[in-house]
């Protein structure tokens, strides 16, 4: 039987908390919402549930296709077993469409498709905003070593060819998306969630965006996105399941 200890952490979308497993940890998803670093607050109803389960979707896809994640198995609606991992405090974003703070970057209209697959690193630091850094960066502070980084930039790009594939058949466009990676027995594993809260997914043919955009941007059917995601990634809706 699992057992679901003391939590060892709480985050802005997720709690952690110890299991009678010495290595797995067992990962519970909020319904909280949060953007611009905490400062924008709301609730996202079933978000928790969503998330926990599309993401279980993708590591389940990435893990058939030989990429080493820490998903374990899914044990509640909210509630996944992971392997506990060290984590590397660097935010892996990739993207293959301008949106976002790229746009705002290099004064790119959203939308404009990118030639190639961009690789970006943040620095997972609330206080600092997680600045953007770069391989150097990484190194000077220590937070990982240059084959360790070149290792996560080509799980970071498998990833991104992986799921460019599998959600062009469900008529997804994956704009962008950001990966958390972390140490196991000194292989390094995919870790964290891949979501509608980390991604941004536009429905191919009308642009629309079903994705945490929705709420960042007030557009509102914020819940009716994530439960898209989950039709067409499923093929069953949120509803029927519950
Ligand atoms: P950005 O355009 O705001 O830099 O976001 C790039 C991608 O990273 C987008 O898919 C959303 C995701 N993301 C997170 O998962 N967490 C964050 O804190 C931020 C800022 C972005
Ligand atoms: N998760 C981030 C925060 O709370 C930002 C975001 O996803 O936009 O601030």
Redesign the pocket.
């Given at each position: 039987m699992l057992q679901k200890l003391e939590k060892l952490y709480e985050g802005k979308a997720k709690r952690v908390y110890r299991t009678g497993r010495q290595d797995q940890y067992l990962v519970e998803f909020k319904d909280d919402a949060t953007?611009?670093?905490g400062a924008k607050k709301g609730t996202i109803q079933n978000k928790g549930a969503l998330n926990n389960q599309i993401s279980a979707v993708f590591f389940q896809l990435l893990e058939e296709r030989g990429i080493p994640t820490h998903f374990v198995e899914l044990c509640g609606e909210r509630e996944m077993l992971v392997k506990s991992l060290k984590i590397i405090p660097v935010?892996v974003?990739v993207?293959n469409i301008a949106?976002?703070?790229?746009?705002?970057r290099l004064g790119l209209p959203e939308g404009t498709l990118l030639p190639c697959p961009v690789v970006?690193y943040?620095y997972k630091n609330d206080e600092l905003g997680?600045p953007l850094i770069n391989d150097d960066h990484i190194r000077a502070l220590n937070l990982a070593a240059p084959r360790q980084m070149e290792r996560i930039k080509e799980i970071a790009l498998a990833v991104n060819a992986i799921l460019l594939d599998y959600l062009s058949d469900k008529e997804i466009d994956l704009?962008?998306?950001?990966l958390e990676f972390g140490l196991k027995a000194g292989e390094i594993v995919l870790g964290d969630e891949i979501s509608p809260?980390?991604?941004?997914f536009w429905d191919h043919k009308t642009r629309e965006r079903l994705?945490?955009?929705r709420f960042?941007r007030d557009l509102g059917s914020v819940e009716g996105a994530y439960e898209e995601i989950f039709k067409r990634l499923t093929g069953k809706s949120f509803n029927q399941v519950q």
């Open positions: 953007a611009f670093n935010e974003v993207r949106a976002g703070s790229l746009s705002r970006e943040y997680d704009v962008d998306f950001k809260d980390t991604c941004r994705d945490k955009d960042r």
